[in-house]
């Protein structure tokens, strides 16, 4: 679990104020800096060295914020996966009848935000096989997303018998598409992903 403690400073009466705003602005400017390594430069990358030096902060610093290299692992884990599905939840609420395709997309590398979450994914994934306490995390993700589809599917009148099967394919595929759209992007470009998904829900359907 992420290792979290408020910074404080004294307060002219000599009380104590939580430095929130600034302890989450330092938090995310690591995390974010953990994350745009990763998609850079693979595991290699994770060194807390590099960390600092691309969030511009002391190891101290990042010690100060996270208990652990996993702890930071397991905090740009939890961004990418957010950052998804509050895509999925805009989308539906500016549009409550949008195509499930569309959805789908936000979880594929369609544009240069989401191919970076989807390398941080990837590194990550590769590196759960040997890491017991990583594959615990991933889990729980995976749940996460197979109850944002499942709940889509519900509300896209899928009949409910069938929705477990359905998430399946549609999740393995996903996995395969964006794979593949990271390896060879000039044949995998949006327009040929949006594609296969629309034909993969049309005929799961």
Excluded at 40 to 45: C, I, K, M
Excluded at 60 to 75: M, P, Q, R, T, V
Excluded at 78 to 106: F, G, H, K, M, Q
Aim: proline share 4%; hydrophobic share 45%; with cysteine.
């Amino acid at each position: 679990m992420l290792f979290w403690r408020s910074c404080v400073v004294k307060h002219h009466k000599g009380t104590s104020m939580p430095r929130t705003a600034d302890a989450d602005a330092r938090r995310s400017e690591i995390i974010a800096a953990t994350q745009a390594l990763v998609a850079e430069g693979g595991p290699e990358a994770l060194s807390m060295r590099k960390i600092a030096a691309r969030a511009g902060c002391t190891i101290g610093l990042i010690n100060h914020w996270f208990a652990s290299k996993e702890a930071i692992i397991d905090a740009v884990l939890d961004e990418v996966v957010t950052a998804s599905i509050e895509r999925c939840r805009v989308a539906i609420a500016n549009d409550p009848s949008i195509p499930l395709e569309e959805l789908v997309l936000e979880f594929l590398p369609v544009d240069a935000a989401r191919s970076t979450e989807f390398k941080v994914w990837l590194v990550f994934w590769g590196l759960s096989l040997s890491r017991p306490e990583l594959r615990s995390g991933y889990r729980q993700r995976m749940v996460a997303f197979r109850r944002t589809l499942r709940a889509e599917l519900r509300r896209h009148g899928h009949d409910a018998e069938g929705i477990e099967r359905f998430v399946d394919v549609l999740m393995t595929s996903v996995d395969g598409i964006a794979v593949n759209a990271l390896v060879e992007p000039g044949y995998w470009t949006p327009r040929r992903q949006q594609q296969t998904i629309s034909w993969l829900i049309e005929r799961l359907a």
